[in-house]
C-alpha cells in the first residue's frame, strides 16, 4: 500500500514520543518538552538520520495539533469564567502583553533583526503557557492556592489577547506596516465578528448539539462536533481570520453546551494525538547549528523573558491590589512561554514575513524557560523573604498602604451595587449594537449578490440599494429597540443619580425628564449616523431613505411589542443557554 | 496556510457526513451507510463537483481509518472467546467462506472477468460484516437471544479467516497464480507468525501497558498504546503481510491486558473519526455510470450473496446441531457484506490486480445487503414456519433425528473430559513448537548480519553457524523440553487408554511402558528432522553438529529442572495474563 512511508513516520513518532515521555515524566518534567526532544532526536538534523519520509503529511497532521490544541482551550474556556476574572488577571495580563511586545521587539532591533522578526519575537514573547503552569503547579501540589488561581484567571484573560495579537499580526503582515488606523480597525471588526459569532453560535449550537445528543451515539456526536470545528474554522479562513481564533471560538461556543463534559472526553484522545504530532513537529524542525549559532540571542531572550515577566505580571497583580509575596509568586509562575508562542511562530513562517532562525529560537526558549518554571515557583517565598528583609521599612509601609488605599476607594454597598447595573447595561447595550452593525455589515458585504438576486424584481441599482438597506432595518429592529430602552434605562438611572435635589431644586424632575430623554435620542441618532456610515455603499438614495424610514416609523409603532417579544425571547434562550451549563 | 485545502475537505466530509448520518438514522439506516452515501454525494462524480481537493491525503487518511478498524476489531477479539466458540461457529464460517469464495469465483468467471477479478470478488463475498449485523440487532432488540450468539461466535472466526485470506490473497497476487503448495506455505508461515506473535506480545504488551499505566495519564497510555500499534503494523509490513494483520493482531495482544477499558475509551473517538472518513472515502470512489453498467452483475451478486450465505451458514448451524428455525436466523443475519470486503476490495486496487469497476461494485452489493439485512432477520421466523408447512412430515422427522443422533455421539463423562485433555495437550505442544520453529527461522532469517557481527570472534564460516545454530538450539531447549514432557504425558495417557489388560494379558505394562518411551521419542526425532530441514541454510558440519549435540546433552542434563523452572515461569505469566483479564 502507498500509505507505509506515511505508517513509518507514525510509527517511528509515536515510539520514540513514547519512550521519550515515559523518560521526561520520570525526571518530572513536562510531557510536551519529551516530545519536543523526541522530535530533535527523529529529526533531520541529528543522527539516526533519515527517520521521516513523509514530512508535509505531518506538517499538515502537524497543524490539525493547532486546531485541536485551540479547540480544547476554547472548550475549557468559557465566558462565565471570563467575567468572573478579577481585576487582576486583567490588569497583569494586559502590563505582561505590552511590556513583553515592546521588549521582543527592542531585543530583536538590538540583535539588527528585521521589523517583522522583531515584532513577531515581541508577540511570541507575550503570552505565558496554559500547559506548562498547570503542569508545573500540579506536581508542586499548589494547584488550589490564592495565587495559583490567580494565574489562571491571567490565563484566560491572555488567551482573548492572544487571538487578538494573531488577528493583528496576520493583518499586520499582509498590508506589511504597522499603522494606528488598521490596528484600531482590525480590532474593531474582531471584537464585532467575535460578539456576532459568539452570540449566534451559543443561540444555535449547543441546540443542534442538545438533539444529536438524544440519538445516544458518542459517533454521531464525534462527527457533528467535528463538522462544527472544522466547517467555522473554514468559515473564518474565508473571512481571512486565522483558522487558530475559529478553533477557539468554536471551542469556546460548545463550552456553553450541555453535553461539553462528553464532548471534551471524545475530544481528549484525538488532541493528544495530534498535538504529539505538533511538539513532535516543532522538534523536527530544531537544528544544533542554528542554536549553537543563536545562543547568544537565545541566552538574552530567555533572562528577558524570565525578568520581564515577573516584573509585568508581579507589577500587575500589585498594582490591582494583591499583597507582595502573591504578586511575586503570580509572576513567578507566569515566566514561561509555550504554545502560543509556537503557533505564533509558525504563522510568521507560514506567511513567510520571518527568518527562519525565529522559530527554533523561540522552541529554545521556550525549553529553557519551561525547565526553570518550577524551580522558580518554588523559590518565590524566599525571595519574597528576602526582598523584604532588602527594602527599606519606610518604602515598605507605603507599599502596604497602597493596597489599603486601593480597598477604600472600591466601591461598596449601594454604588457597588449601582456600578454593577450600569456595567451590565452597558454590555448588553453593545452586544445589540454589535448585532445591528452585524448585520448592516453582512448587507454591504453581500449586496452585489443579493442585487443579482433581485434583479428580476427590481431592476433599478438604487431600489436594490434601498431594499437591502430596509431588509438591514427590519432586521435589527429588535436589537435596536433593545439597545434604546437599556439606554433610556440606563439614562433615567444616570439622571436620578446626577441631578440631585439640592442642585437643581423644584426643576428637578423637569432636569431629569430632559436627560432621560435627550441621551437616548441623541445616542439613537449617533448609531444611525454611524451605520450610515459604515453602510455608505448600499446607503440608498435620501428620497428612499425618507420613505424607508417612514415604513420603519410604521412597523416600530405598529409591532412594538412583537419586537420587544421576539428579542426577550432571544435573550431568554441566550441566558437560559449560560445558565442551564453551571450544572455541570 | 497551506493546509486550508485539506481543513476544507475535512470540514465538507464531517458536515455532509454529520447531516446524512443523522437523516439515515431518522430513517433507522446505519450509521456506516449514511458515511458512504455522504462520499457519494461529495464524490466527483455527481453534482456539486470539486468539493474535495486533496484526495490523496484524504486516502491516506482512509488507510489509517482502516488500521483503527481492524485494531478496534482486535480489540474486542479476545482468545478467550474464540476458545469458547462452539463447533457451530467454525463449521458454519468455514462452510459459508469456502462456498461464499467459490460461488463468487464462478460469478465473476461466467461475467468473463479476469481470474484475479474473480478470486477478489469471491474473497470479498466471503466475509459478513459485523458493524452491520451488530446495529441490526441492536435496532431489533435481539441481540441477547441465541440465534444472536451464534452469529457473534461465526463473525470471530470469520475475523481470523478473513486474516488469512487477506494474507493469502497478497501471497497470490504477488506471484501471480494458486498453487495449493504456496496455499499451504503461505498458511503455515501465518499460523507459525500469528501463534509466536500472540505468546511474545502476549507476555510483552500487557506488562509495558500496566507500567506505562502506573503514571495514571491517558495521554502517554495513548501514545504508548498508538506507537505499538503503528510499530507493529510496520514490522508486519516488513515480512511481507499486509497492515490489516499487524492491526489486527496488536489489538488481539492488547485485548489481554487490563488496561483494555481504558485503551478501547481512548480509541475509540480515533477509530471513529478516521473510519468515518474511510467509509466516505468509499463513498467518494462510487460512479453512477460504473453502477449503470454494471447493474446487472450488480443484481446476480447481490442475490448470490443472500441465498448464498442463507444456505451456507444456515446449513453449517445446522450441521452442527442447531435446530431448523435457529440455522435459518443465523444464516439470514449473516447475508451481508461490509468493512471486511472494503478492505479486500482496496487491497486488490492498491496491489493493483483487480480491475477498477470491482471496488465500486462490491460497494453497491454491500449498501443493498445492508439494506435488506433487517427485513431478513425479521422475515426468518415467518419463512421457517412455511418452510416448516411445506417440508413432507417424514423428512422433517429425519432432519429432526439428526440433532438428536448428534447429540448421542457426543462425547460425554469420562471421555469428554479425556477429549478435552487431549485436546489442551496438543494445543500447548502446537504452541512450544511452534516458539521452538519460529527461533529457528528467525536464526536462519538473520543468519548472514549475525555472522558479521561473529567474524570478530569467529572467521570461520562453518564456526559461525554452528554457533547461530547452537545458540537457537540453546534458546529453543525450554520449549523442546516442555513439549517432551507434554508429548510423554499424552502418551502415557494414551498407553493406558489403548491397550487394556483384556487384550495385551500379562504383558500389559510391559506395552504400555513401550507405547509411553517410543511415541515422545519418536517425536522428538521428527521434531529434529524438521528443524534440520527447515534451518538447512545454517546447518554446520556434521562433525559440528555431533559436538553441539553432545554440548546440549550435558547442558540439559545439569539445567534440566531450571530450564522447565524458566518455562513454567513463562507459561505462569502468560495465563496469569489471560486469567486476570477475567475480571473486567
Redesign the interface.
Known sequence: ????S???D??VI??V??VV??LF?RLRQP?VLGYIVAGFIIGPHTPPFGLIHDED?I??LA??GV?FLMFSLGLEFSLRKLFKVGATAFIAAFLEIVLMIWIGYEIGRWFDWGTMDSLFLGAILAISSTTIIVKALNDLKMKNERFAQLIFGVLIVEDILGIGIIALLSGIAVSGAVSSGEVFSTVGKLSLFMVIALVVGILLVPRLLAY?AT?D????L???V??????F??LV?KLEYS?VLGAFLIGAIMAESRQLLKIER?????R??FS?IFFVAIGLMLDPAILLAYAWPIAVITVAVVLGKIVSCGMGAFIAGNDGKTSLRVGMGLSQIGEFSFIIAALGM?LQVTSDFLYPVAVAVSVLTTLSTPYLIRAADPLSHRLGALVPQRMARVLGMYGEWLRSIQPRGQSAMLASMIRKILLQVGVNLALVIGIFFAGAYFAERIGGYLTTWVAEPGGQKAFIWGAALLLSLPFLIAAYRKLKALSMLLAEMGVKPEMAGRHTQRVRRIIAEVIPLLSLLMIFVLLAALSASILPTLELLLLIAVVAAAVVAVLWRWFIRVHTRMQVALLETLDNNVEH
Open positions: 500500500m502507498h500509505a507505509i506515511f505508517i513509518q507514525l510509527a509515536m515510539l514520543a513514547g515521555t515515559i515524566h510531557v503529511t506538517k499538515t497543524e490539525l486546531i444529536v440519538f451515539s458518542n459517533e454521531m464525534l462527527v457533528t467535528l463538522g462544527l470545528c472544522f466547517g474554522c473554514l479562513v483558522m471524545l475530544i481528549e484522545p484525538i493528544d494525538m504529539a507560514t
